[in-house]
């Protein structure tokens, strides 16, 4: 290990020792947190079904940056990169579209078989999968409507479509030890104003009761529900809304999803984490950065990812919530914008777990609530970037930003003859 690395990270040991923070402690409960990253920035949400086409459901990836993954095999060569470029625990989070199969396979058939690679490559890597239906970018979903569908067969393809997705998470679960975290988003909603905003959340209700009928372990598998306040095509209406879902959440025991981009541009999803822990088992959140809309850009270490990771330290939730990462940015060398998110939310998880928590409840027990904003303050400036760094080099990963060498490098020598 660098010496100069390792001086900084003895002398900020210390500062944090004054404030009651055991920084090994913080270190160790890092590797453990895992974070689950998104295959679907590796090929701009396209998917490998043999009739792949246009995207819909609001679904936008912007952005011709050359390089995108074109099969499987190319993506977790990607992925592989980008994984050995962030320390500590690590996830993948697959979408339906992202099966292998020599034959076209309906989205309402599809297999444990057609995700094997996907399983031995995650045995390889150590990492656990979680999963998605892919209720878009379909004939079938061309309306706008999926498990809400008036049509009676429409609406009966994506309740098969979700229940072989839930046979496929439980696989995923058992096979490697670690439980697949599935979550249903669809995309239903309206362009303009309904007539009738009960019926279809009564299809939707019944559809997923149907969905989650056939019970499996929470050990290998655990269902997740995920709302939106609207999308492209679904801006007066969406089916699945927050209270909606927050509703079903609730009385079925199912996770609640909530995505940093699905919520009015002025909420954050860091303050509904303490409230929505009072009601659901599981949390599932999707850590992206809106701007001005949905707009899934690449996390950054800001305000809102800070405070999402704080909440989840400071109330001790890490047995029940779960982070993934949302957002697919085109503009930019795919594989950086993984690194550039996933080290993001390990910085903000870190930062976290440096904070003097016990000091801050300590001064707001006492009524001290001036203690309590100038610590808050003066913690912000606390060399956590040593510890960081220290982190890194222990893991064997790249310090600071050279691991954008290792991408360019990779740019170079592979994306580059991607066609």
């Known amino acids: 290990m660098n010496p100069n690395i390792e001086a900084a990270f003895v002398l900020a040991k210390q500062q944090f020792a004054e404030l009651g923070v055991d920084v090994d402690a913080a270190i160790s409960a890092l590797d453990n947190i895992s974070v689950s990253m998104h295959c679907w920035q590796g090929d701009d949400v396209a998917g490998f079904e043999a009739s792949a086409g ?13 390089g995108k993954a074109r099969n499987a095999e190319e993506l977790r060569q990607d992925l592989e990169l980008a994984m050995s470029l962030i320390p500590g625990a690590k996830r993948l989070n697959l979408h339906a579209i992202y099966l292998e199969s020599e034959q076209p396979v309906a989205r309402d058939q599809i297999q444990p078989e057609h995700f094997e690679n996907w399983v031995k490559w995650a045995k390889k890597m150590r990492i656990g999968l979680d999963f998605n239906p892919s209720c878009f970018s379909h004939p079938l979903s061309a309306d706008g409507l999926t498990l809400s569908h008036p049509d009676a067969k429409v609406r009966q393809f994506w309740i098969d479509h979700c229940k072989a997705s839930r046979r496929i998470s439980a696989y995923f679960g058992k096979e490697l030890g670690t439980a697949s975290v599935m979550n249903i988003w669809i995309p239903d909603g309206m362009k303009d104003l309904p007539a009738d905003r009960l019926a279809p959340r009564q299809r939707l209700l019944a559809a997923l009761d149907e969905v989650i009928s056939e019970k499996f372990d929470e050990a290998h598998h655990i269902d997740a529900v995920e709302s939106k306040l609207f999308g492209i095509g679904a801006e007066s209406y969406t089916v699945g809304s927050n209270e909606f879902y927050m509703g079903y959440a609730a009385s079925r025991n ?69 982070i993934g990462l949302d957002f697919f940015d085109a503009s930019i060398n795919r594989i950086a914008a993984w690194v550039i998110g996933t080290r993001n939310m390990k910085k903000a998880l870190l930062r976290a777990l440096l904070e003097p928590t016990q000091a801050l409840r300590d001064a707001e027990d006492k009524w001290d609530f001036s203690s309590r904003l100038a610590l808050m303050e003066e913690t912000k400036s606390l060399p956590w970037q040593a510890v960081w760094d220290y982190v890194c080099a222990k893991s064997g990963v790249a310090v600071g930003a050279d691991w954008l060498t290792s991408v360019k490098n990779y740019e170079t020598e592979v994306l580059s003859a991607r066609k």
Do not use: M
């Not at 949905?294 to 029940?320: K, P, Y």
């Open 54 to 66: 246009a995207l819909t459901g609001g679904i936008q990836a912007t952005g011709n940056y050359p």
């Open 254 to 322: 199912v996770a609640l999803c909530l995505d940093a981009g699905h919520f009015h541009p002025t909420e954050v999803i860091s303050d509904k984490i303490s409230a929505a822990s009072l009601y659901v088992k599981h949390l599932l959140l999707h850590v992206s950065r809106p701007v001005r809309w949905d707009s899934d850009h690449v996390v950054l270490l800001d305000d809102e990812t800070q405070a999402i990771a704080t909440e989840i330290i400071r109330n001790d939730l890490l047995d029940r919530v779960h």
